[in-house]
């Protein structure tokens, strides 16, 4: 655009701004179909991992944290794990059931959070863990 453009280069991008800002304009970004798709797959693998996760271990170790973490860790790392895996975040995914194992993942992150974050509830989950 720059180059063919009869105005100099920063009028030009000036003109291209002010077409942005008012919706005249907007960007697409062409990114290989293949990192697109390599991108996917890894997102897909991380919601694999976690739902296993969710399915088969303690509450520590889905939040990765250690059994002497605050309260406060544990709100913090629930709501980072809640956000990577929000549906919203997925919503250009055409994966079957990927919904589904988001809000079980979520569920289980919500899960935790509470427990973990009162000190009588969390002695109660420790005293069935054995510890």
Do not use: C, N, W
């Not at 009028?11 to 005249?24: F, I, P």
């Not at 969710?54 to 059994?67: E, H, K, N, Q, T």
């Amino acid at each position: 655009i720059l180059d063919g453009s009869p105005l100099p280069p920063l009028e030009t991008r000036q003109v291209l701004a002010g077409l942005l800002m008012v919706g005249a304009l907007s960007l697409r970004f062409h990114g290989s179909v293949e990192a697109r798709r390599d991108s996917q797959a890894i997102d897909l693998a991380r919601v694999r991992e976690k739902l296993d996760q969710v399915r088969r271990a303690d509450y520590f170790a889905i939040l990765g944290l250690s059994r002497h973490a605050t309260p406060y860790e544990v709100r913090e790392a629930a709501q980072r794990l809640e956000a990577e895996f929000d549906p919203g975040r997925y919503a250009a995914y055409r994966e079957p059931g990927l919904r589904e194992q988001l809000e079980e993942i979520r569920g289980v992150l919500a899960e935790a959070r509470e427990i973990l974050s009162a000190d009588e509830l969390r002695a109660e989950y420790l005293a069935g863990l054995g510890e």
